[in-house]
């Protein structure tokens, strides 16, 4: 059973394999049903980093803007949208 973690330093890890359609199984201990996660690709490794159930609560004391949801949301999909082109160009697929 000790064979499939790791512990560097105080930080914990566990070894995790991936099956025939390329999906992983996060251990029982960090993890529930439904949540959500981000995952980087980082080159030859991924970085995986949860994202709280509500996040607006999170950081709701810290992270203000006089800009309402919807507006953030619109220009955060505008931003998006312009990399996405800029990188198409580059990559000369436009």
């Known amino acids: 059973m000790w064979a499939n973690f790791i512990f560097v330093g105080s930080i914990f890890m566990s070894v995790v394999s991936i099956d025939e359609r390329g999906r992983i199984t996060l251990p029982k201990g960090i993890r529930e049903m439904g949540d959500r996660a981000v995952v980087i690709s980082a080159g030859s490794f991924a970085i995986v980093i949860p994202i709280p159930r509500e ?15 919807k507006e953030l949301g619109l220009l955060a999909e505008k931003k998006a949208r312009a990399d996405a082109v800029a990188r198409a160009r580059r990559r000369k697929q436009l």
């Open 55 to 69: 996040p607006e609560k999170v950081v709701e004391g810290w992270l203000k803007s006089r800009r309402g949801r």
